[in-house]
């Protein structure tokens, strides 16, 4: 008996020691509480982080006193991404800074021993356009908001833009200022931030609808502008009448009574079941830190709850990373790959140690359901809410949405869509503008953005 306890406990130990060696690693090394962690970065000369196409995110320089020091070419354009070193770590600089303080090759510590020089830890590949990331970055100047371009047939995340930013090169010295930034330059909007969907929660509704009621095609509704429920006057997109509505129409023009009336006819569950079939509060196991998009909605709501909920306003809360994961899945006939930021581990010469294939995550919907939303997210591009965007050589598809934060501030202004270029799906793009409805301005960024990365300008 003894000597099975002994043997249960042997195997236990070794089973934690590898646990330890092998899957905490990279978080132990990267970990400010490490106390090797000086030890090590007096050894090795930080790795760098690169785009796509291979330029610098982030290297190691030698100052002029002969001290390393960290550069950021990119500056604010990527710094919610890449990350800071200096006051503490964020972005990918932490997260990877096991992998970055790695010697490339055993025989390269070998020779940095003899030789007394630091070795070169490894560099990091990233999937970022960064010539798409940074035009992005400049076209919200002056906005507070976000911007999540992937590709939805591998899970290639190709920009991922918050505004306002920070310059991570100046962090030690801008510290005071930028934390008591009160617009919250160090929040990165794209994957933390949480915002009412507005009429893009829609694509749900309508999905809700093609799953709940078998009668969906025959469904409609008179528009008169506005939808009296529970003694609340739920008021139709720019307040207009649009009389005769049917699932299409209602869609491309985003007819709220249409939508209400729609969430009181199914009830609360197939709302709440049709989110949940979308993987909606999914974090999606991406790299980078994320809140998780919420939906509060119950058997004991009012009805007006419930209109409220399906055409995207109640207690639902997304983030502009979730939705660009619905879309994706859309655009990809149900299929979502799973989405991922980093693709190649390098060595100091550029040859590849480690590198990452599409994989993919799960099945959102079935194809018919993705054939039936998209041809609802066409009529919103031929002739909807952003039809700007029909006059292209490509097929875009999309939702735009207008969600209200309160009665003294604007409403937030959304689209999300994708591209389909010679017969494929190509990318997918989710714009979220802060207080930005006034001006609908989330769909002439889009058409901006789109016209830069297929350089129509």
């Known amino acids: 008996m003894i000597q099975w306890i002994f043997i249960l406990l042997s195997f236990t130990l070794i089973v934690w020691l590898g646990k330890i060696l092998i899957v905490d690693r990279e978080e132990i090394v990267a970990s400010d509480y490490n106390p090797l962690t000086e030890e090590k970065m007096a050894e090795v000369s930080r790795g760098a982080i690169l785009s796509a196409d291979g330029k610098y995110l982030a290297y190691t320089d030698v100052a002029e006193d002969g001290s390393e020091i960290r550069r950021y070419p990119y500056g604010p354009a990527a710094a919610h991404v890449v990350g800071y070193i200096g006051r503490g770590q964020s972005g990918l600089e932490a997260i990877l800074s096991g992998v ?20 070169q830890g490894c560099s990091v590949q990233t999937t970022l356009n960064i ?57 990165a909007r794209a994957t933390m931030g949480l915002y009412p969907p507005g009429s893009t929660f829609k694509i749900i509704t309508a999905l809700a609808m093609y799953r709940n009621m078998p009668d969906w095609k025959l469904y409609s509704y008179e528009c008169g502008g506005e939808l009296l429920v529970d003694e609340q006057v739920i008021m139709c997109n720019d307040h207009r009448a649009h009389g005769y509505m049917e699932i299409e129409d209602a869609f491309a023009y985003s007819c709220n009574g249409f939508f209400g009336k ?18 909606l509060g999914n974090d999606f196991d991406f790299i980078l830190d994320q809140n998780t998009s919420e939906m509060h909605l119950s058997e004991t709501d009012v009805d007006s709850m419930v209109a409220q909920t399906a055409m995207g306003q109640g207690e639902t809360l997304v983030t502009p990373f979730a939705m660009n994961m619905l879309t994706a899945a859309i655009a990809n006939d149900g299929v979502l790959y799973q989405p991922y930021l980093v693709q190649a581990v390098t060595d100091a010469k550029g040859g590849v140690l480690r590198s990452v294939e599409p994989t993919i995550w799960g099945t959102v919907m079935t194809r018919p359901e993705a054939d039936f939303l998209e041809n609802l997210m066409r009529g919103v591009t031929e002739y909807g809410t952003a039809s700007r965007l029909s006059d292209y050589p490509y097929e875009v598809y999309g939702k735009t949405g207008t969600a209200q934060v309160g009665e003294e501030e604007d409403s ?17 793009i989710t714009i979220l503008v802060e207080n930005g409805a006034e001006t609908k301005q989330a769909v002439p960024l889009a058409d901006a953005i789109l016209s830069h990365f297929y350089g129509l300008q």
């Open 412 to 428: 937030h202004s959304w689209f999300t869509g994708y591209t389909v270029k010679d017969g494929k799906v190509d990318i997918v």
């Open 262 to 279: 729609a969430g009181i006819d199914m009830g609360w569950a197939a709302l709440v079941g049709t989110a949940s079939y979308v993987k």
């Open 131 to 187: 010539d798409l990331q940074s035009y992005i970055y400049d076209q919200l100047d002056g906005f507070q908001g976000a911007v999540v371009v992937s590709e939805p047939s591998t899970g290639k995340i190709l920009a991922l833009v918050s505004n306002p930013s920070f310059d991570p090169e100046a962090i030690v010295d801008d510290w005071e200022v930028i934390i008591n930034d009160e617009r919250g330059p160090l929040y």
């Open 100 to 119: 970055l303080m790695e010697p490339s090759t055993l025989i390269s510590q070998l020779q940095s021993w003899a030789s007394e020089e630091k070795v």
